[in-house]
């Protein structure tokens, strides 16, 4: 029986860098079955509801999601469709991967970095948000639980372990959140202990934004709290040519879903501009979460040499090609 998979399209520039990675996957020979839900603005236009129940059914019930970026519009009652998403599915793990690939515009050309950002607490639990009635003052909860720090670095530490990667660095800022992250970081140091042949590193994430942009190839796994792993994983991105190149997985106890770093560039939308690497890096991270390492191996091939070779590429890679020149080019090589 093939994997079956939801598919969410997504807004903006999505549903054309879905289509673009789903070629793809077909072509390299993958015989997946498609379940197609909406959420966002397209699922509000078709339903009147940014998160239908029955898309989250179909997520539960397939447990792998390859999705499109999803715009929040503002007042709608949700603070981000994704960020519910995650809390919704307990998808605790976001794994950020960054690897330069030859013939970007990228100013590095060794850079090979995971960061783990943990997916469901700090600042993005959404506790206590206020504004006081006169809009003068303004207040939010941030909370880090020891089981959820634990979690997500104990995740980092497997990964490293499993991927043969050197090390691992907790990054926080904990001279000053002294309660949040310095929980964060005394944890994070009880679990280095238990992995005695990984190099186990600590920065505070100001240092770290420095460091990254001088000497990226001092990191290899970075592990983080919500909100500095959401900052730091963009600044990744810029380290290997731009969010066209950044791909995310959203990992949980029973589901996952994978999507792009970056949101529905409506800058771009319907205008065929857009990279669709970052969400064919996701489809490739999807491949190898399903045990099929070759078929992520001859997708990670074919765009690599894409790249290298500047045949079609889109504009943020240097080219003046559009999506589907792009995606044609990778499909050649398969
Ligand atoms: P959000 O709030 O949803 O994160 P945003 O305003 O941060 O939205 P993004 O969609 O994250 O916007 O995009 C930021 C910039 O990066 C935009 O200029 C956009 O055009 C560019 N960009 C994002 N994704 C791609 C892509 N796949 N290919 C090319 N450019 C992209
Ligand atoms: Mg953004």
């Given amino acids: ?18 289509k673009s990675a789903l070629e793809i996957l ?18 509000l236009e078709k339903t009147g509801e940014l998160l239908p129940q029955a898309t989250l059914d179909t997520i539960a019930k397939n447990a792998v999601t390859l999705k499109g970026p999803l715009t ?28 330069s690939f030859k013939g970007t515009q990228a100013r590095y050309d060794n850079v090979d970095i995971i960061t783990v950002r943990e997916n469901t607490e700090g600042m993005y639990s959404g506790l206590g948000q206020k504004v006081s009635d006169d809009g003068s003052e303004a207040e939010a909860v941030s909370k ?11 995740f980092a530490y497997e990964l490293a372990q499993r991927e043969g990667r050197k090390k691992v660095t907790a990054v926080h800022k904990a001279n000053i959140l002294k309660s949040t992250s310095g929980l964060f970081l005394k944890v994070a140091r009880e679990v280095a202990e238990e992995y005695p042949d990984i190099e186990s590193a600590e920065m505070i994430v100001d240092a770290a934004c420095m460091r ?9 796994v970075i592990v983080t709290t919500n909100l500095f792993g959401d900052i730091l994983s963009d600044l990744c991105a810029g380290l290997v040519g731009g969010l066209g190149m950044a791909p995310g997985a959203n990992i949980g106890k029973d589901c996952a879903i994978f999507e792009a770093v970056h949101g529905s560039a409506p800058d771009i939308a319907g205008k065929n501009l ?22 992520a191996e ?22 003046s090609h559009g999506t589907t020149d792009f995606t044609q080019a990778v499909i050649e090589r398969l």
């Fill in 298 to 319: 001859k997708i990670t091939k074919a765009l690599a040499d894409v790249i290298e070779s500047g045949d079609r590429t889109t504009r943020d890679l240097g080219g």
């Fill in 274 to 295: 857009a990279n669709p690497s970052s969400v064919i890096l996701a489809s490739i991270q999807m491949l190898e979460y399903l045990g099929l390492p070759e078929k």
């Fill in 1 to 18: 029986m093939s994997t079956k998979i939801t598919v969410i399209p997504g807004d903006g520039i999505g549903p054309d860098i879905v």
């Fill in 212 to 220: 990254l942009v001088m000497n990226p190839e001092d990191f290899d």
């Fill in 144 to 154: 880090i639980t020891r089981e959820g720090a634990e979690r997500i670095v104990r």
């Fill in 72 to 99: 929040t519009p503002v007042g709608e009652g949700f603070t981000s469709i994704n960020v519910s998403l995650r809390q919704h599915f307990g998808l605790y793990a976001n794994l950020r991967p960054v690897k």
């Fill in 26 to 43: 077909e072509k390299a020979g993958c015989d997946f079955e498609y379940d197609y839900v909406d959420a966002g603005l397209t699922a």
